[in-house]
Nanobody, 123 residues
Framework: QVQLVESGGGLVQAGGSLSLSCSAS????????MGWFRQAPGKEREFVALIVWNANTYYADSVKGRFTISRDNAKNTVYLQMSSLKPEDTAVYYCAARGAAGLSYNFNGYNYWGQGTQVTVSS
């Protein structure tokens, strides 16, 4: 069982930056693929970024070059550094852990979820 707790959301102006953190419980954190997803009102939850056990990273085209995902296995924490934020980045951001081998860009591929943190980008 893995419990995830996000922090770091807030309100920022367009062009600004925010950093999200996700703290995980469990002794096998380093083996999990960790992902960030987001969901805007009236829209489906969408993939943002993921990082696998060996620190390889993958990004949605919409955030590539602006967002950076990283992990600190010693702290059981995954981060999402967001820069050059746009109003369309406004959403609830969720941290997720995949309890299976490999990676997935689909939210159905993740077993554990945080409660979400609101990110609002004003124009």
């Amino acid at each position: 069982q893995v419990q995830l707790v996000e922090s770091g959301g807030g309100l920022v102006q367009a062009g600004g930056s925010l950093s999200l953190s996700c703290s995980a419980s469990g002794r096998t954190f380093s083996s999990y693929t960790m992902g960030w997803f987001r969901q805007a009102p009236g829209k489906e939850r969408e993939f943002v970024a993921l990082i696998v056990w060996n620190a390889n990273t993958y990004y949605a085209d919409s955030v590539k070059g602006r967002f950076t995902i990283s992990r600190d296995n010693a702290k059981n924490t995954v981060y999402l550094q967001m820069s050059s934020l746009k109003p369309e980045d406004t959403a609830v951001y969720y941290c997720a852990a995949r309890g299976a081998a490999g990676l997935s860009y689909n939210f159905n591929g993740y077993n554990y979820w945080g409660q979400g943190t609101q990110v609002t980008v004003s124009s």
